[in-house]
Each structure stands twice: as C-alpha cells, then as structure tokens.
C-alpha cells in the first residue's frame, strides 16, 4: 500500500459512528497507522468560512456558481452549526468544498502516503454530466475524501412506494405517519445502523485511493455502489463482506504484493 497513515476527522454530532470500532476496523483490515482528530470545520476564520459558504447550492439543475455568501450563513460556517435533519437543507458542491478542505491540511501532511478521511454532516452534492443535475453523495474525494454523514441517510433512495405516499399526502402530520409506516426500510438519523455502513464506505474510499477503481458490481459485495437504501443494507449490513475477486486485490494491497 502506498497509504502508510490514515487520519480521520470526526464529526462529533453523530456519536453512532463509534471511531474507536473504525480504527480497529480499519487497522486489522490493512494494518495502516491511524490518527483520530478533531472536526475539521472547528474554529476556522472568516475569510475559509466564507469560501465554504460560497459553496452552497441553489439550483440543482445548473453547473457550479460561485454564490456570494451573506453574513448569516457566514456566521452558521462559523458556529459550525448542525444543519442536518432541517427542512430546508443546505447543498455543498462536494468538488468544490474539497478543494477548501485540501488547503487546511498542512502541507507536511498533504503526501501521497497520508491519506486524509473528513466527516461532516454537511450535505456534500456532485453535479452529475449523463442528467444534468446536482445528486447528493455518501463521500466525495480521493485524498482528502469527505464523508457526508448526510448524505449517507439522503444520497440512497428510499422505497418507490414511500415517495408515492409522501407526493399524495403534504401534511406534516400524514408524512410522520409515513415515516413510521416504512420505518426500518431505510436509514434515520443516529441510526445505530451507520457504523456498519461506514465502514463500507472506508472500504470503498481506501481502495479507490490506492487502485484508482473503485465499486463492484455486486450487490452482495461491500464495494457495491448502492442507489437504494435496500441494496445499501444487502451490501453493507446483511451480507457486509466482500466479494472474492476485491478480497484477493485487498489482501494483495495489505501485504504490499504488486
């Protein structure tokens, strides 16, 4: 592997993703050294609080702007304030939003052999070529790769039937009633569940870092790329293995075979 470090940066809103089980999980997995830190987006200045604003999304369907920040969302980056599980979500170009993070690593550390995992709960979207608007994601980046804990709960799509009954009944009451109606279906917020699926994502993000691939395309394999919440659960949850073909290419990258 040429990953010889690993630092991690926790997002201390979700304590379900227990970083002492990831370090474990992580270091019996590819024996790599692993640093936990604090969050990232702690006391930063004005002027990179901005430029993270300045990443906000407004419209799905156009590329990338350049949004001119007021001063209360300037304030929010500021607070570090948790704006998950809001009405109104806030959308951060993930690209963009990497690019920011990259320049707060110090520059002794922005090697090749260190690679750099950033939670947040922000909601971190790509925009996407093949239909022309914004999609959000579970994580973003190679190195540094962003992990939206967000995103892991809104990025896979939940059950058709779910979205059929929230379109015919708006009423905050009807969507409650809804979301307990499918309840165990898909992923809620301090889920106790996540940890499971994070660890996927480590998996997925460790090995694109270090092949330049990354998914399969098998549903069974913890590789696999899940659009839905019921294959995200299949992969991660249910089976939560790896496939035969990337257990090889992993064992391989884990005892430095070429």
Request: with cysteine.
């Amino acid at each position: 592997m040429k990953t010889s470090k690993i630092i991690i940066y926790q997002e201390p809103s979700v304590p379900e993703i227990n970083l002492d089980k990831i370090k474990e999980f992580i270091f019996k997995r590819f024996g790599t050294k692993i640093e936990i830190r604090e969050n990232i987006f702690n006391n930063l200045d004005k002027d990179i609080c901005e430029k993270i604003a300045s990443t906000r999304i407004f419209n799905l369907k156009k590329v990338f702007e350049k949004h001119h920040p007021t001063i209360n969302e300037i304030l929010i980056e500021l607070e570090n304030k948790d704006m998950s599980n809001k009405e109104e979500m806030i959308l951060y170009d993930g690209i963009e939003l990497n690019k920011i993070i990259k320049k707060l690593i110090p520059k002794i550390e922005n090697t090749q052999d260190t690679l750099h995992i950033i939670f947040t709960n922000k909601l971190t979207c790509t925009f996407d070529q093949n239909d022309f608007k914004y999609h959000a994601r579970t994580w973003v980046g190679s190195n540094p790769a962003i992990i939206s804990t967000t995103g892991i709960i809104e990025a896979p799509a939940k059950p058709k039937k779910y979205y059929i009954d929230i379109m015919t009944n708006i009423s905050k009451k009807s969507i409650q009633e809804i979301k307990r109606k499918y309840k165990g279906q898909f992923l809620e917020y301090n889920d106790p569940k996540l940890l499971d699926i994070v660890e996927g994502l480590l998996l997925q993000i460790i090995f694109y870092y270090e092949t330049g691939d990354v998914f399969c395309e098998n549903k069974q394999c913890r590789l696999f790329n899940a659009h839905w919440q019921k294959d995200l659960f299949i992969s991660q949850i249910e089976n939560k293995k790896i496939c035969e073909k990337h257990e090889k290419i992993l064992n391989k990258m884990k005892n430095n075979i070429a």
